[in-house]
């Protein structure tokens, strides 16, 4: 038995072999420094980096304290987005599959509040949700929460940073005061401290520290003032030629210039923030993951539902706010061992952030000079795939294979001319080559799915 074993917890034989079917060979460090505490029934504050393996952390205590038998909500999970509460959903229900007749519900602003009522109705064992979502349901007297036995603040930082303070104390205060809260979080900013004095009772406090192999990603610091930055991103950009960049700004305003400017400019740019309507974000998320977007410009917050294996290049349009999120930042690229860059820009009235900086990482931070401004004669390369996105989804019963089915079959395109397939409620999202793309859009259009017809439309700008 290995160090890290999963087996060495008191885990039902259900969830270790279930562990070991889904390829979970190893704790990581900060399940398995959590977990012990967790699976006690302590209050635990962790903290740990993105990527760590937090969800998995929570989810086997919520499963570990679970009594299938009794159905009434024992556990709460709230996280800031809904993308990030549907990442934690699919996750409990993959840890969960080998329990049968287990319910877990989402519920999420931005979606439909009518199906929402019609299944709190049914009941559930597990809710995820939004906080504003969560505390209205309870407020109107939808969600009982008095057999709550665990509270789950996924992102904590997050969420008060996106002002659901009110949110968090109401739902808070309407659960029972025997019970269990976890805590958990990428950063440790001081507002933490009110919720962990307040909300946590004698919580164990776990910190695995950043353990990134600073070899692995490569950082370049360019000296730029804020209105060249444009221009000196579209350098660097032409340099480098990444097909999945993430440009970090610090407002929301910013992030809808950059991206702007990007795209008159010819590059495949999509901007992701806050206040663009949840439509607008979910295609800008499947256009990056599927590779028909190379550039997003992003803020923080935003960029919290991005589950993308690996960025090749990050770019700080603007030096983040603390030194934390700036390592947050950058932990994106140089994933699974492939070797990583980050691109700062900064200027003099950064230099008390990047002396913080340049104390945490241990060395002095050497500046970068631009690529050659003739650099910018070039003309910036297209993403290497096109989406169609099709008028019906899950509810009209398309599955991937239907789409894949009708692009390929008989005179259709070669099954490699096509990328990912994205099925979402109402819509559905298929990434073809750009070589592809017409005849693939043709077929769609003049062929049938499911025996009926689909509107399908081309993604762009
Ligand atoms: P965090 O919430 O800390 O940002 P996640 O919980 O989303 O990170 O985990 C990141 C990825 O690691 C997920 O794809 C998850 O399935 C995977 N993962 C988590 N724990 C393990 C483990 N012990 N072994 C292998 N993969 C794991
Ligand atoms: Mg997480």
Redesign the pocket.
Known sequence: MSEHS?SQLPLSTALLEN?TS???????P??AQSLPAILAGKDVIAQ??????????FSLGILHHLNVKRFRVQALVLCPTRELAD??AV?IR?LARFIHNIKVLSLCGGTPIGPQIGSLEHGAHIIVGTPGRVDDHIRKQRLDLSELKLLVL??ADRMLEMGFKEELDSVVEASPAERQTLL?S?TFPSQIQWIASSVLRKPEHIKVESTHNQQAIKQHFYHVALADRVDALRRVLLEKQPQAAVVFCNTKQQVQEVASELAVHGFSALALHGDLEQKARDQALVRFANHSVSILVATDVAARGL?IQALDLVVNFQVAHDTEVHIHRIGRTGRAGSEGLACTFFDDKDDYKMALLGDYLGYDLPTTALPDVTILNQQPQPAPMMTLQIDGGKRQKLRPGDILGALTGEQGIAGDQVGKIKVMANTAFVAVTRKAFKPALKRLESGTMKGRKFRVRVLRG
Do not use: C, H, N, P
């Open positions: 999963f562990l889904l390829d979970y060979q190893q704790m990581t900060i399940q740990a980096k993105t990527g760590s393996g937090k969800t998995a952390a990442q934690v996750e993959r996924d992102e958990f990428a589950d």
